[in-house]
């Protein structure tokens, strides 16, 4: 941890030239003289990335439709290749993981799998502060059961309007609730939840837990197997770098292997029965289930790369790196914007952040702008969030010294008031 200290950006350069992952960041096209801190919304591609998709483009062109056996990458197996290597990222056995869909048709997958309402037991539990699409699936999946999300959704509310606390999630576990869904890390503060309490809290009242994993997959380890978790879903073109668009991924406990997905589809089917062509679904046991149309190969093929740097690097390190990054942000922040009008939102402590820091500031929106100006990324959240995640493979602490010297400067000259305090079209 940084000591209390006045830093100066020698104290950058002495933490970049320590800094064991160093090396990764020449595997990223990085544009010079730019400071990207929007990895928690679009990770940057690597060579890697680049690499493997132009693997699956040479397959394509040399073998067409034979690219699904007999290509570098056969296509066919590419999920369940993509899944196995996932896997360590959060902490799941090696048939408990499949790369498919995106987030929200996973979601809509395993609400329409593990939403089964029956007797009382009727109703979902969210949160007030997570993502608006994780909101509409579930709001989605009630009415298709015939029931009012007005009556039906229950979301646990905020004190801070930023934060959650684990005690009014659990106090609202009643007896009446059947699937529980919430997010890992709140795409708006940053917090991380404590995903092993809250999962044991529900399973002693018999309900089935699933986390959208978004923002924190590639940021931080999970145990998701270890910690009893029933499923997960999230994206892969944040952290890991998948490219936009990417490739989902979801989790579903091995407890579960086995279990009749609520969507069926193509490949759905256990491998060996998948092109005998009966219009008898024989759905594989594992969560290869839960796929449902075709691999999007094109966008799937980037993460093969990837993930390679992610073995390489390790997670357990990446996180050592992502949480003494944003410790080193909170602290320059606080020495040299103390004065500016901004509240961190982020709680403070290390086991409960994930991997972006979150401003609070009237004036976000133009302080966005200001800030692309001046080459730096930053990521906007309506009404007054300004996100900026330094990335543990590809951001180095002097980037982070940079961002904040910038923004002072914005803050002092007060340049950001030449722009409307709106948001863009894509915020």
């Not at 950058?12 to 400071?35: M, P, T, V």
């Not at 929200?104 to 009727?122: C, D, E, I, V």
């Not at 959650?164 to 699937?179: C, S, T, V, Y």
């Not at 602290?331 to 979150?358: A, K, M, V, W």
Request: glycine share 8%; with cysteine.
């Amino acid at each position: 941890m940084i000591q209390r200290r006045t830093l100066t950006e020698e104290h950058a350069l002495e933490l970049d030239r320590q800094d064991s992952l160093a090396r990764f960041r020449n595997e990223f096209y990085i544009k010079n003289g730019h400071y990207y801190m929007d990895g928690n919304s679009l990770g940057l591609l690597s060579k890697r990335a680049e690499k493997s998709l132009l693997t699956s483009l040479s397959d394509w062109k040399k073998h067409g439709i034979d690219g699904w056996m007999e290509g570098q990458e056969p296509w066919f197996y590419y999920s369940e290749k993509l899944g196995e290597m996932t896997g360590p990222l959060v902490g799941a056995e090696k048939e408990e993981v499949i790369v498919t869909g995106s987030i929200t048709t996973n979601l809509h997958q395993l609400l329409a799998t593990f939403y089964k309402p029956s007797g009382k037991r009727t109703k979902i539990l969210a949160d007030e502060l997570t993502f608006p699409s994780d909101i509409y699936a579930i709001q989605s999946q009630l009415e298709l059961k015939g029931y009012s999300p007005e009556e039906h959704l229950i979301q646990v509310e905020s004190r801070d309007g930023y934060t959650l606390r684990e005690e009014d999630i659990i106090e609202n576990m009643h007896d009446n609730i059947a699937l529980i869904l919430l997010p890992s890390v709140l795409y708006r503060s940053g917090q991380l939840l404590d995903i092993k309490r809250l999962t044991a809290e529900a399973h002693k009242r018999d309900i089935i837990i699933g986390f959208d994993l978004a923002h924190s997959i590639g940021a931080l380890p999970h145990q998701l197997h270890e910690d009893g978790v029933d499923f997960a879903v999230w994206c892969n073109y944040k952290y890991l770098n998948s490219g936009p668009g990417g490739v989902g991924g979801l989790f579903v406990h091995n407890t579960h292997a086995g279990k009749k997905p609520g969507l069926s589809g193509w490949f759905s089917s256990r491998k060996d029965k998948q092109f005998d062509m009966d219009h008898t679904l024989t759905h594989d046991d594992s969560a290869g289930a839960f796929q449902i149309g075709t691999p999007h190969i094109l966008s799937s093929a980037p993460l093969l790369g990837s993930l390679e740097l992610f073995e390489e690097a390790g997670i357990k390190n990446l996180r050592k790196k992502s949480l003494s990054l944003t410790r080193f942000m909170i602290d320059l922040f606080q020495q040299e914007l103390s004065e500016h009008g901004f509240t961190i939102c982020n709680p403070l402590e290390d086991d409960r952040r994930g991997g972006h820091i979150s401003l609070k500031h009237e004036e976000a929106a133009r302080i966005c702008k200001a800030l692309k100006v001046n080459k730096v990324t930053p990521d906007f959240r309506s009404p007054n969030v300004i996100r900026l995640a330094p990335v543990a493979l590809y951001s180095s602490y002097l980037d982070v010294w940079n961002t904040i010297q910038i923004l002072k400067t914005i803050m002092e000259t007060e340049e950001y008031k030449q722009f409307e305090n709106t948001r863009n079209v894509v915020a």
